[in-house]
C-alpha cells in the first residue's frame, strides 16, 4: 500500500492557511482518513510567540493535532537545515501510521526543504556569530553592503531587510567560497505530494494583512513582547528579528512610537507577501485555488487519490 498523500497547503500571510488546513483535516477525518497538521511557520516554532506569529489558538485547531508548534525557547537559533530534519522525520512517522500530513506555511524555502531534493552547505556557529555580531554592528544596510561587495548578485535577489539570508549567505560565502541565492529546481523527493496555494487580490491582502496587524497589537503584542524578552528574547537571533517583534523592541527600545511600529509592521508584512507570492508562483506543480471562497477543503479531498 501506498504511503498517505502529503498535502502542502502555501500562500501569503493572511490568506487563510492554518483555517483551510483544519477544515481539510477535520473533512478527511469524517471520512475515516486520519489527518494532522504540521507547522511549516519559522516563528510558529517559538514557544510563547503566539499573537505576533498569528499562531491558530486550541480553539482554532478545532481538535486537530498540530505538530512543530512551541518547540523551540526564543533563545535557540533555528535554521531550516534543522527545519527539514525535524519536518521530514515526523511526516514519514506519520504516513507510516496510515496519517495523511498536512504541511502548512508561507515560506517556500522551509516547504521546498521539506518535499525536494534539497541540501543545504555545512555550518559553523563561529562563523554565523560573527555575522551576526556584524549584523548588530552595522544594522542590516551595512551587512547588505558587505554581501554585495561580494556576491553581487546575491545581494541583488536577497533584500537588506531578509537579515537571516544575509548572515546565512555570507556565512556560506566563508564556508565554500560561493553561494547561490537561488532555490533548486523543483524535484520532489518525497512520494505523493500534493500541493495548493491560496491565491488573493493584492488590495484584498493588503486590506487583510493591515487589518491582522492592527488586531494584533490590540491583542497585545507589545505586552507579549515585554513578557518574552524576560525569557530571552534579545538573546535569541532569529526570534528577536521577527517581524512585529523587531518593531516591538524599537517601541521598547524608544526608537520609535506605536504608530510607527504598526506602520512598520504592516509595511514589512506587506513586502514579505509580495515575496511570499513570488517564490510560490514560480513552481508550477502548485494548484492555486482562491483563497476568498468556500469550499476549498472539499475540492482538495475530491483531487487526492482514493486511498
Not at 85 to 100: F, K, P, Q, S, Y
Not at 120 to 142: K, S
Amino acid at each position: 500500500m501506498s504511503a498517505p498523500p502529503l498535502v502542502v497547503i502555501v500562500g501569503p500571510t493572511a490568506s487563510g492557511k492554518s483555517a483551510l488546513a483544519v477544515a481539510l483535516a477535520r473533512l478527511l477525518i469524517a471520512g475515516g482518513r486520519p489527518a494532522e497538521i504540521v507547522n511549516a511557520d519559522s516563528m510558529a516554532l517559538y514557544r510563547g510567540m503566539d499573537i505576533g506569529t498569528a499562531k491558530p489558538s486550541p480553539d482554532e485547531r478545532g481538535g486537530v493535532e498540530h505538530h512543530l508548534i512551541d518547540v523551540l525557547d526564543v533563545r535557540r537559533t533555528s535554521t531550516v537545515a534543522d527545519f527539514q530534519v525535524m519536518a521530514r522525520e515526523l511526516i514519514a512517522r506519520l504516513r507510516a501510521d496510515g496519517t495523511t500530513p498536512i504541511l502548512v506555511g508561507g515560506s517556500a524555502l522551509y516547504t521546498r526543504a521539506v518535499i525536494d531534493d534539497f541540501e543545504f552547505p555545512g555550518t559553523d556557529p563561529r562563523v554565523r556569530a560573527h555575522w551576526q555580531a556584524e549584523l548588530d554592528r552595522l544594522g542590516p544596510a551595512g551587512l547588505h553592503e558587505a554581501l554585495a561587495a561580494r556576491a553581487p548578485e546575491a545581494a541583488r535577489i536577497i533584500g537588506p531587510g531578509n537579515t537571516r539570508r544575509v548572515v546565512r549567505a555570507l556565512e556560506i560565502l566563508d564556508l565554500t567560497g560561493s553561494v547561490s541565492p537561488h532555490l533548486p529546481e523543483p524535484r520532489c523527493l518525497l512520494e505523493n505530494v500534493h500541493q495548493y496555494g491560496l491565491a488573493l487580490d493584492r488590495q484584498v491582502m493588503d486590506e487583510r494583512i493591515a487589518a491582522r496587524v492592527h488586531a494584533m497589537f490590540d491583542a497585545g503584542l507589545v505586552e507579549e513582547v515585554r513578557r518574552l524578552v524576560d525569557e530571552g528574547l534579545r538573546e535569541g537571533a532569529t526570534a528577536r528579528r521577527a517581524l512585529g517583534y523587531r518593531q516591538v523592541l524599537d517601541l521598547l527600545d524608544g526608537r520609535t512610537d506605536l504608530d510607527g511600529a504598526v506602520r512598520s509592521t504592516i509595511d514589512g508584512t506587506r513586502r514579505f507577501a509580495r515575496k511570499q507570492l513570488a517564490w510560490f508562483r514560480r513552481d508550477p506543480r502548485i494548484r492555486w485555488l482562491p483563497a476568498t471562497g468556500p469550499g476549498s477543503e472539499r475540492t482538495i479531498v475530491d483531487d487526492l487519490p482514493a486511498p
